[in-house]
């Protein structure tokens, strides 16, 4: 059974850095394009970094400088290390899974059939 499951979210003040990780089961992770969105109360899911299956990594625009996004294919899994947090980072963040090139921007949501169930990150000022 395929699944992504995140874990690595908490509380941290205004400044600090968390370490989200994503593991892959049932299928090899390097092989898909990989995403890290993140979504609150009453918005859409805002696409925050991707990993291409080619390597290449893409940003947000917001995160650019802060965020890193990374792969440990030894460990199927898919890393967002997160630094100078903000308040305005605060949500819940979602691991997303795609093995199609299907034609879609890569930050795109809708890009994604495989999701995780979220871990949830909130940043106090």
């Known amino acids: 059974q395929v699944q992504l499951v995140e874990s690595g979210g908490g509380s941290v003040q205004a400044g600090g850095s968390l370490r989200l990780s994503c593991a892959a089961s049932?299928?090899?992770?390097?092989?898909?394009?990989m995403a890290w969105f993140r979504q609150v109360p009453g918005k859409g899911r805002e696409g925050v970094a991707a990993?291409?299956?080619?390597?290449?990594?893409y940003y947000a625009d917001l995160v650019k400088g802060r965020f890193t996004i990374s792969q440990d294919n030894v460990k199927n899994t898919l890393i967002l290390q997160m630094n100078s947090l903000k308040p305005d980072d605060t949500a819940m963040y979602y691991c997303?899974?795609?093995?199609?090139?299907?034609?879609?921007?890569?930050?795109?949501?809708?890009?994604?059939?495989?999701w995780g169930q979220g871990t949830q990150v909130t940043v106090s000022s």
């Open positions: 049932g299928y090899a992770s390097s092989r898909y394009d």
């Open positions: 990993l291409s299956m080619s390597g290449f990594a």
């Open positions: 997303a899974a795609e093995r199609e090139n299907r034609g879609l921007p890569i930050l795109l949501a809708y890009n994604y059939r495989l």
